[in-house]
């Protein structure tokens, strides 16, 4: 069964701390991507990667970076964690194109105190 | 650039009783269309997908959607549903040329099962 692990499915930091979020795919997909949800917002694009050491600013990426050193390994960086950012994380991967869809993680909820 | 509009937030429904979940897009060229689901603290979950061909697509859990391009419309439906159906539902879209295109979400429509 293929998946996409997510480290944590629960974390709590405190404000200002450096957090980190994992993501490990086993389907040799090349994109993989960060999401946050939030009630009433949907899911919202942080960055996402095509490639190793490739990156790209989605659409909230302020606050935020990412590492992808190999090809299964996708990782969300707080730099400095506040309040603002307790939110569900969700991390995907796919081929190339997308035309089979995402396979998503099942989540980091994340509070910030 | 595309957009996806969902306009129920929340759609309650009878046990058995027949429910459709609508979805429409905007973009101003070809689409790839998704529907998700997400169950209670889990991840989504790729429902079915519309890449090209017959215009009604069946996924899985008896679920089926139906894309109707002159409508712009994606809307997802199922004759009967389940206490188990109860989840979050998204309706998702990506234009399709080469190289990757950006996926659109919808804001997800709550489906409640009631027994």
């Known amino acids: 069964d293929v998946k996409v692990t997510q480290s944590s499915r629960y974390l709590v930091k405190r404000t200002g701390e450096k957090v980190f979020l994992e993501c490990v795919q086993d389907m040799d997909h090349e994109n993989m991507f960060w999401y946050r949800q939030d009630p009433g917002l949907g899911l919202r694009l942080i960055y996402f990667?095509?490639?190793?050491?490739?990156?790209e600013k989605g659409d909230i990426p302020e606050g935020y970076s990412v590492s992808r050193e190999k090809k299964e390994r996708f990782s969300l960086i707080l730099e400095s964690a506040s309040t603002n950012q307790t939110s569900m994380y969700l991390c995907?991967?796919?081929?190339?194109?997308?035309?089979?869809?995402?396979?998503f993680g099942s989540g980091t909820r994340l509070t910030v105190v | 650039a595309q957009s996806v509009t969902q306009l129920d937030s929340q759609v309650p429904v009878f046990e058995e009783a027949p429910v459709e979940l609508r979805c429409n897009y905007s973009s101003s060229v070809s689409v790839y269309l998704f529907w998700y689901v997400q169950y209670p603290n889990q991840g989504l979950q790729l429902l079915l997908k519309y890449l090209s061909g017959s215009t009604l697509v069946k996924g899985i859990n008896g679920f089926e959607a139906e894309f109707n391009k002159s409508q712009t419309s994606f809307h997802l439906r199922k004759p009967s549903v389940h206490i188990s159906d109860t989840a979050e539902y998204f309706c998702a879209v990506s234009p399709f040329s080469g190289g990757y295109q950006k996926v659109t979400f919808g804001t997800g429509t709550k489906l409640q099962v009631i027994p």
């Open positions: 990667s095509y490639d190793v050491k490739m990156k």
């Open positions: 995907a991967s796919s081929s190339p194109q997308g035309r089979k869809g995402y396979t």
